[in-house]
């Protein structure tokens, strides 16, 4: 069973950073394409950027892109998300996970449906 932590949220006022980190166990991380969801209540769950297994490819979504960097480190099974430019439309629960693929033409989708408790991110005006 995949296991995910992710943490580092908090309050933030609009125009400030955050990193946000997860940590993965019960897969081999390194094997594997990973990605950062967020969703708010009532929403879909959103992937908006992804990491190939090797970091040599990332991508994000059009809405974070420039504002949101996404990074890992295989040796400690960690994910980031570096934050900056925060936006109150920016505020959702961030959750981590793996997925399928991490390119220019596929979605970020899901690899398993095992996820963590995510962390919230709010950003206020």
């Known amino acids: 069973q995949v296991q995910v932590a992710e943490s580092g949220g908090g309050l933030v006022q609009a125009g400030g950073s955050l990193r946000l980190s997860c940590t993965v166990s019960?897969?081999?991380?390194?094997?594997?394409?990973m990605a950062w969801f967020r969703q708010n209540p009532g929403k879909e769950r959103e992937g908006i950027a992804c990491?190939?297994?090797?970091?040599?490819?990332?991508r994000s979504i059009e809405s974070v892109k420039g504002r949101f960097a996404v990074s890992r480190d295989n040796g400690k099974n960690t994910l980031f998300l570096q934050m900056s430019g925060l936006k109150p439309e920016d505020t959702a629960m961030y959750y981590c996970g793996a997925v399928r693929y991490c390119s220019a033409t596929r979605s970020m989708t899901p690899e398993y449906d095992d996820w963590g408790q995510g962390t919230q991110v709010t950003v206020s005006s």
């Open positions: 019960g897969l081999t991380f390194e094997n594997h394409a």
């Open positions: 990491i190939s297994w090797n970091s040599g490819y990332s």
